[in-house]
């Protein structure tokens, strides 16, 4: 043992005298010897000289219905394509860029921090990270955040911080109770969280999705207790209740106080972590910073991404309370999650929504929004039915017995607009949160003369 651990250390100092000697013919041997290993790939193929729509077909999986248009630039809420052609850009990203294209701030914020650094991993302490989870606990109830890369993941954070939670009370059969139409994201168990089953064909074992997950029907009172009823019995315990605060693919659907609140309540009831999805519905999209804010419920874990990083991949849970500390060493972890680059990118966009007043915008832009689209129903009532959403999350049901959402959406494209459906018969708008009044307006124009094709 004494032999093997002297030869671990010589092999450290070794290590070690090796990458701090200063270059010499040791490492040019090396280098050199790097080179022949790598002087027989294919270098990557000059974007001027691809057939894109081609090349998809034959290297890219078909995870996504794409419509044929190729983006090869952005500035503001616009976008431009390889033909030349302007788009007016009402699904930046869906909900993502909520900075529009090109920011000028955001795209110093990332290059700055390229130039400096942008990766290091969790195993150090990250400043940027540091000032990011700050700012998100200021300016809401929680008090420590997990970083992670996109919403699916924030997701399965709260999901396993509510399964350790609730082992952490003695519970061995942990159910979550999602809602009905509800989106969380397409990891397994965020999967098995989003109760539509459509999404579900062909991922379960034996019929069955992830255990321990329960429905109810959102905005439904009754609904909620019997789900709750259900996973308190049998030798079941409540872990968690999962809920959007405004169901985005579910149809653009906003969240009910009294319901919001009967589920804290009964959170509370049994010790268990009420979730709030904040993904689509968060920083700043809804009016408010989060979408919880309207429905007067704290919640013990929300979580973000999309609008977040403003396009650069990033995501986050935010917890407090027991929920906060439930997590240690060892028990969850990302490479990536909290790197400088996409905290760089966080803080831009939070100093951004911060100097630039950009819920004010989110507010007034939503009330136009919602007004130009009611006007719309109003006016084309065979095409149109009900309007629903909050601020720049709005959606219009298509209602035309021989149209769909995703048909209106592609006559809309061939109006400069671009739009993006929720579910199959609601058209959804979620443009940058800085359009203007202008902007906005012009939306509105080119979507009734997309409807004119459909009335």
């Keep these: 043992m004494k032999l093997s651990y002297s030869l671990f250390l010589s092999a450290c100092a070794l290590h070690s005298a090796n990458a701090f000697a200063p270059a010499g013919k040791a490492s040019l041997e090396s280098t050199t010897g790097l080179h022949a290993t790598v002087a027989g790939l294919t270098p990557p193929k000059k974007l001027k000289d691809l057939p894109t729509a081609d090349l998809y077909d034959d290297r890219v999986q078909k995870t996504y219905g794409r419509y044929p248009l190729t983006v090869e630039s952005g500035h503001g809420c616009f976008l431009t394509t390889t033909d030349g052609k302007e788009y007016l850009d009402c699904v930046s990203g869906i909900a993502t860029c909520a900075l529009g294209h090109n920011n000028a701030a955001l795209t110093k914020?990332?290059?700055?921090?390229?130039?400096?650094?942008?990766?290091?991993?969790?195993?150090?302490?990250?400043?940027?990270?540091?000032?990011?989870?700050?700012?998100?606990?200021?300016?809401?109830?929680?008090?420590?955040?997990?970083?992670?890369?996109?919403?699916?993941?924030?997701?399965?954070?709260?999901?396993?911080?509510?399964?350790?939670?609730?082992?952490?009370?003695?519970?061995?059969?942990?159910?979550i109770i999602s809602a009905e139409k509800s989106f969380h994201g397409r990891t397994l168990a965020a999967l098995s969280a989003t109760a539509q089953p459509k999404y579900h064909k062909g991922f379960g074992y034996d019929g069955e999705m992830v255990q321990g997950f329960d429905t109810c029907v959102y905005n439904d009172i009754a609904s909620l207790e019997t789900a709750v009823e259900r996973a308190t019995?049998?030798?079941?315990?409540?872990?968690?209740?999962?809920?959007?605060?405004?169901?985005?693919?579910?149809?653009?659907?906003?969240?009910?106080?009294?319901?919001?609140?009967?589920?804290?309540?009964?959170?509370?009831?049994?010790?268990?972590?009420?979730?709030?999805?904040?993904?689509?519905?968060?920083?700043g999209r809804t009016g408010k910073l989060w979408g919880h804010e309207h429905l007067d419920v704290i919640p013990d874990v929300f979580t973000s991404a999309k609008a977040l990083g403003g396009g650069v991949p990033i995501g986050a849970m935010v917890a407090k309370g027991d929920a906060a500390t439930t997590f240690g060493p060892g028990?969850?972890?990302?490479?990536?999650?909290?790197?400088?680059?996409?905290?760089?990118?966080?803080?831009?966009?939070?100093?951004?929504?911060?100097?630039?007043?950009?819920?004010?915008?989110?507010?007034?832009?939503?009330?136009?929004?919602?007004?130009?689209?009611?006007?719309?129903?109003?006016?084309?009532?065979?095409?149109?039915?009900?309007?629903?959403?909050?601020?720049l999350l709005r959606g219009v049901e298509c209602i035309a017995e021989d149209t769909t959402a995703g048909e209106l959406v592609a006559a809309a494209m061939k109006e400069g607009l671009l739009l993006v459906p929720a579910g199959t018969n609601v058209v959804r708008f979620v443009p940058p949160l800085i359009i203007s009044e202008d902007e906005l307006a012009m939306a509105l124009e080119r979507f009734e003369a997309a409807i004119k094709t459909k009335a």
């Design 109 to 175: 914020a990332v290059t700055d921090q390229m130039n400096k650094m942008h990766h290091v991993s969790n195993l150090y302490l990250i400043p940027e990270q540091a000032a990011l989870a700050s700012w998100l606990c200021d300016n809401s109830n929680g008090d420590k955040v997990f970083f992670c890369n996109s919403g699916a993941e924030a997701n399965e954070a709260a999901i396993k911080c509510a399964r350790r939670h609730a082992s952490n009370r003695g519970i061995t059969k942990p159910v």
């Design 233 to 283: 019995s049998d030798g079941k315990g409540l872990a968690a209740i999962i809920l959007e605060p405004l169901q985005g693919e579910g149809g653009i659907i906003p969240g009910d106080k009294t319901f919001f609140m009967k589920a804290r309540e009964l959170c509370d009831k049994h010790g268990a972590l009420l979730i709030c999805d904040e993904v689509q519905a968060g920083m």
């Design 331 to 391: 028990d969850h972890a990302s490479t990536y999650g909290g790197n400088p680059l996409a905290c760089a990118a966080g803080l831009a966009v939070a100093d951004y929504m911060c100097e630039h007043n950009v819920l004010d915008n989110v507010n007034a832009r939503g009330e136009q929004l919602g007004k130009g689209l009611k006007e719309l129903a109003e006016k084309y009532p065979s095409v149109l039915g009900d309007v629903r959403g909050l601020g």
